[in-house]
């Protein structure tokens, strides 16, 4: 299966094109989180946030990269490479988490909930680029 007959050889990085939107969010997010980290539970707190934060935009962006990665070259490896890619991600996310949760670091619950606002605000602001940017290009 090749392209989608809309994408012209000027537009290669249509698969990536909304990265710099969600990264953007992300970033702004990382501050937000780490501001009331520090507000609420001091240093470790505001370093566990920001870095929950942080590590859910290393770990979705990884996915885009090697997503649209896989679909340049071929379609088919879309599927096995993204399934294999998130049993190790969330492998390597269980171990590092048991691994921070057996030190007693005060910033543990701090980056637990930093991953889940990240995951919530790259998930909308995702939603929000498909249905309105990538939209009105698309009738372009």
């Known amino acids: ?3 989608p007959a809309a994408t012209t050889p000027a537009d290669r990085r249509w698969r990536l094109r ?5 990264l ?4 702004a997010l990382v501050a937000v ?6 507000l609420t539970g001091g240093a470790d707190a505001a370093l566990g946030a920001a870095a929950g934060v942080g590590v859910t935009a290393a770990s979705f962006t990884l996915t ?23 049993a190790v991600k969330m492998t390597l996310l269980g171990v590092v988490m048991v691994a ?12 637990c909930l930093g991953i ?11 939603i929000w680029w498909l249905t309105t940017v990538h939209a009105r290009r698309s009738r372009s």
């Open 1 to 3: 299966m090749r392209e």
């Open 18 to 22: 909304h990265l710099p939107v969600l």
């Open 24 to 27: 953007g969010a992300s970033g």
């Open 33 to 38: 989180a780490a501001l009331v980290g520090a």
């Open 64 to 86: 885009t990269v090697v997503l649209a990665w896989a679909d340049s070259v071929n379609p088919q490896l879309v599927l096995p490479l993204g399934l294999g890619l998130y």
């Open 100 to 111: 921070v949760a057996s030190t007693g670091w005060a910033g543990l619950i701090p980056l």
């Open 116 to 126: 889940a606002a990240g995951v919530v605000v790259w998930t909308g602001v995702h």
